[in-house]
C-alpha cells in the first residue's frame, strides 16, 4: 500500500466523489506485505546508509505493512572486525535508528544473531545450490572486490546467508537501490531450487521495492561509494559526527581545479558529487542545485553543503548520544526485537524442517 495513495488522489481529480470511495475501498484489501530489509553494523551509520536505505525504514515503518529490520551482526565476520568493534557498532546503529523514528513497537528491530535460525536456513539453502550456483557466488562483484583484502569461506557464501535472512520471514518485498538486485535474484533462484529438490512450495518470489536510493560517492573519492570499505575515513560523513568535522570533511572534498561550477558528471566526478549529495539531503533534483549554482566557485558550494549537512545531521547526533547513554533502553529493544523475530523464524523453520525431513 505504499504507492495506493497517488493513484487514488490522481483518480479522485478526474471522476465522482462515489466512485472515488469505491475505488478506495478496492485498494483499501490490497493484500499486506511483508518487508524484510538489515544493515551490517561494519561502522558507525554514516550519510550514505541514511540516504540509501534507513530513512526508506522509517517511511516504510507509517504504511499498514508488516516491517523487519535487522542487524546484521553475522554477515560482518566476513571482514577482519574485532568483537569489540561489532558490539559497539551494534549500540550505535540502534541508537540511530531509534534517533531517526524507527518504533520497536511499530516495527521488529533485532540483531540477526539474536536468532541462530538465519544459520539454520542458510544451511538448508545451502543443499540447494548446485555447481550453477557455486560459480555464480565466484561472479558476484562484491566477492571480487573484498576477496582481495578479506580471504575467508563466508566472504563467498553470504550471499546464501543474505538469501535465508530474506527467506526466513516469507518476506513479499525487501527495499533495495539498483546495486542491490542481483542480491534478489539470486535469492529468488536458490529459492526456487530449493522448491524444485523438494517439490514443495515453501518459498514464493521476493519482489524488489525500489526506492529512489541515491548512491551517494566517497568525498574523498567520487569513483567510489561512500563507505569505509571502499575508501579513506575521510570521504565518509558519519552521522555521529561533530558539526565541525563535518565542515572540515566537506571542505577537503576532492574536486578539480576546471574553474566555476558546471553540471558534468563524467569530467568533473568530484563536483557533480557534492551537487548530487546537496540534491540528495535537500530533497531536490540535481538539475536544479546545478543550475542554481553553475557558474559559480566550488567554495561557496561546499559551505553551503556544509551548513545543510550540519542542519541535518546534528539533530540525529544529539538524539543518538542521548540514547547511547541509556543502555537499558537499547537492551529492552534488542530483547523485544528477538523475541518477535524468533517468534516467526521457529514457525517457519519448523515448516522448512518438515519439507526436507528433520520433522
Known amino acids: 500500500r505504499v504507492f495506493t495513495f497517488t493513484v487514488v488522489f490522481t483518480i479522485a481529480g478526474q471522476i465522482d466523489g462515489k466512485l472515488c470511495l469505491i475505488l478506495i475501498g478496492v485498494l483499501s484489501t490490497c493484500s499486506r506485505k511483508q518487508i524484510v530489509s538489515a544493515i551490517q553494523p561494519t561502522g558507525k551509520p554514516h550519510l550514505g546508509n541514511y540516504l540509501g536505505a534507513l530513512r526508506h525504514w522509517i517511511t516504510l515503518q507509517d504504511t499498514d505493512n508488516s516491517c523487519i529490520f535487522g ?46 535460525q538465519h544459520t539454520v536456513l542458510a544451511w538448508l539453502l545451502s543443499t540447494a545450490a548446485t555447481s550453477g550456483f557455486i560459480q555464480r557466488l565466484r561472479s558476484m562483484p562484491q566477492y ?26 516469507h518476506a513479499t518485498h525487501v527495499p533495495v537501490g539498483e546495486d542491490q538486485n542481483i542480491h534478489i535474484e539470486f535469492c529468488n533462484a536458490i529459492a ?68 566555476p561550477i558546471t553540471l ?31 557558474g ?25 548520544l542521548n540514547v547511547l547513554e541509556d543502555q537499558r533502553t537499547i537492551d529492552d529493544v534488542l530483547r523485544l526485537g528477538a523475541e518477535q523475530a524468533s517468534e516467526i523464524a521457529e514457525k517457519n523453520i519448523n515448516e522448512i524442517y518438515r519439507v526436507v525431513g528433520l520433522r
Open 192 to 259: 526456487t531450487n530449493f522448491n524444485k529438490i523438494y517439490k514443495c512450495t515453501v518459498f514464493s518470489p521476493v519482489d524488489k521495492l525500489l526506492t529512489d536510493s541515491p548512491r551517494v560517492k566517497s568525498l574523498a573519492d567520487p569513483t567510489v561509494k561512500m563507505s569505509k570499505s571502499y575508501g579513506k575515513a575521510v570521504g565518509v560523513i558519519e552521522l555521529l559526527d561533530s558539526d565541525d568535522v563535518i565542515r572540515k570533511k566537506v571542505k577537503k572534498a576532492v574536486t578539480d581545479s576546471m574553474g
Open 71 to 116: 542487524i546484521a551482526d553475522n554477515h560482518v565476520l566476513t571482514s577482519k572486525t574485532s568483537p569489540k568493534q561489532v558490539q559497539d557498532n551494534t549500540k550505535v546503529q540502534i541508537a540511530v535508528l531509534l534517533a531517526l523514528g524507527l518504533d520497536e513497537k511499530r516495527s521488529i528491530l533485532y540483531k540477526h544473531s539474536a536468532v541462530p
Open 264 to 294: 558534468d558528471s563524467e569530467n568533473r566526478p568530484g563536483v557533480y558529487n557534492l551537487l548530487h549529495l546537496f540534491a540528495a539531503v535537500a530533497g531536490e533534483d540535481v538539475s536544479k542545485v546545478g543550475e542554481r549554482y553553475e
Open 144 to 169: 571480487k572486490e573484498k576477496s582481495l583484502v578479506h580471504d575467508n569461506l563466508a566472504l563467498l557464501t553470504y550471499p546464501v546467508l543474505m538469501a535465508a535472512d530474506i527467506l526466513l520471514f
Open 296 to 320: 559559480r566557485n566550488v567554495v561557496t558550494l561546499k559551505e553551503d553543503l556544509a551548513d545543510l549537512l550540519v542542519q541535518a545531521i546534528s539533530p540525529i547526533r544529539a538524539h543518538a
